[in-house]
T-cell receptor, first 116, second 116 residues
Framework: AQKVTQAQTEISVVEKEDVTLDCVYE???????LFWYKQPPSGELVFLIR??????QNEISGRYSWNFQKSTSSFNFTITASQVVDSAVYFC?????????????FGTGTKLQVIP | ETGVTQTPRHLVMGMTNKKSLKCEQH?????MYWYKQSAKKPLELMFV???????ENNSVPSRFSPECPNSSHLFLHLHTLQPEDSALYLC???????????????FGNGTRLTVT
């Protein structure tokens, strides 16, 4: 069975600080996909990044960066120079292809509060 | 504008009521999903429809009844709910999987359901 663990329930940082959100996953599949989603107070989950299991290259997008390490089954997310607008709940997710649709397992989420 | 629209945004119902949640997407996606989000728990996948056919039912109680008349619309019919069913119900959609590069789920804003 697939499992995603986000050990950090809530994190508070002061604006402009860097913050890393941890994600550890478990799967027996050799092909899988990892995602990060952001859920602002409005409710909808917004897609941030996708990684497939064959691509361990880290990625940077503006103030966001992701560190995928297959050896430790981790897919951590770092926000550099945090801003108040980054306050949200962040979900890590693991997906397997079920033939035309996705079976996605989500973590419990990390609530990030950026204090001005 | 998320591309996935859910109505109503908020719903309060008694345990003997019958109500329906509606989800609509005009993204051309083939798969539609219902998720339940309760406090401090991972998002729980309830149902999946792929090309109007139900492909997943994760042991959801029969008081929740999904309906997918076409690939653009998804309903969740509710009857004789319990207070523990109070949660945020999220609808999502996704295009056909293309192998290594799965597309992310596109979520609606959710319906905040309170059962009294």
């Amino acid at each position: 069975a697939q499992k995603v663990t986000q050990a950090q329930t809530e994190i508070s940082v002061v604006e402009k600080e860097d913050v890393t959100l941890d994600c550890v996953y478990e799967t027996r599949d050799t092909t899988y996909y990892l995602f990060w989603y952001k859920q602002p107070p409005s409710g909808e989950l917004v897609f941030l990044i996708r990684r497939n299991s064959f691509d361990e290259q880290n990625e940077i997008s503006g103030r966001y960066s992701w560190n995928f390490q297959k050896s430790t089954s981790s897919f951590n997310f770092t926000i550099t120079a945090s801003q108040v607008v980054d306050s949200a709940v962040y979900f890590c997710a693991l997906s397997e292809d079920s033939g035309g649709y996705q079976k996605v397992t989500f973590g419990t989420g990390t609530k990030l509060q950026v204090i001005p | 504008e998320t591309g996935v629209t859910q109505t109503p945004r908020h719903l309060v119902m008694g345990m003997t009521n019958k109500k329906s949640l509606k989800c609509e997407q005009h993204l051309g996606h083939n798969a539609m999903y219902w998720y339940k989000q309760s406090a401090k728990k991972p998002l729980e996948l309830m149902f999946v429809y792929n090309f109007k056919e139900q492909t997943e039912n994760n042991s959801v109680p029969s008081r929740f009844s999904p309906e997918c008349p076409n690939s653009s619309h998804l309903f969740l019919h509710l009857h004789t709910l319990q207070p523990e069913d109070s949660a945020l119900y999220l609808c999502a959609s996704s295009p056909p999987s293309t192998g290594l590069f799965d597309s992310p789920l596109h979520f609606g804003n959710g319906t905040r359901l309170t059962v009294t």
